[in-house]
């Protein structure tokens, strides 16, 4: 099967194909930290990995794109072009989230202790996800604050993600129970993951933890004459 895999939602822009076909197998990433202006580096980012794994559009057999936590602008410029290409393709387009692949990339595989993947969010709030040590989900994404975390976060927790610090220090843990403090997913994981997704479970929606500080203005509006 071959993926086209995108990112969109933090900092980083990235985009990649991998192939995991006995006789066809490759892998080809394009990726850079831009904070900002994904919409002005995806389209080139895509164009190269295509061509440096000889891919043409009508060779892939899905799409797979991060679907948050993230920015709401970032999201929605991955998740426009995703569906673009499912829409015109006629393949399936599945949703990853930014989580799960940090998990993916973090998860100890050891039957031990569980890890908490958790990107910074504002003032003491982090977006946070709980997974087993080999990387499965056991619980649902959300806004937690640190004294909740404090709280109900077992004592052998393992942490990773932008928040892993944070949290580490609030709740007094040892600094080897921070695995990563990756800020981002990788896109290689993103990819992997991408291969196995249910596209009938992991849809292309934004995964929003929180509305958005900007809201359309209902009240005082003056109408045009």
Do not use: W
């Not at 393949?91 to 993947?117: H, Q």
């Amino acid at each position: 099967m071959r993926v086209l895999a995108i990112d969109t939602a933090l900092a980083n822009c990235a985009a990649a194909v991998l192939d995991n076909g006995a006789e066809t197998a490759c892998f080809e990433a394009c990726n850079e930290e831009i904070g900002r202006g994904h919409a002005e580096v995806l389209m080139d980012m895509i164009g190269e990995v295509m061509a440096e794994t000889s891919t043409a559009f009508s060779d892939l057999d899905r799409v797979a794109v991060t679907v948050g936590p993230g920015s709401f602008t970032g999201l929605r410029v991955g998740l426009a072009v995703a569906r673009g290409f499912g829409l015109v393709l006629g393949k399936p387009v599945v949703g990853i989230t930014t989580l799960a692949a940090i998990a993916r990339s973090n998860a100890p595989a050891d039957n031990g202790a569980p890890l908490l993947v958790a990107l910074t969010g504002k003032g003491n709030e982090v977006y946070c996800q709980e997974f087993t040590s080999l990387g499965d989900k056991s619980g649902e994404a959300a806004v937690r604050t640190l004294d909740d975390l404090a709280a109900t976060l077992p004592r052998s927790i393992r942490l990773a993600g932008s928040a892993a610090e944070k949290i580490a220090q609030a709740l007094d843990l040892p600094q080897d129970q921070i695995i990563s403090r990756m800020e981002f997913a990788a896109i290689r994981e993103v990819a992997e993951l991408g291969l196995v997704a249910d596209p009938v479970v992991s849809t292309p929606s934004p995964l929003y933890l929180r509305p958005p500080d900007a809201t359309p203005q209902t009240r005082g509006r003056i109408e045009r004459q």
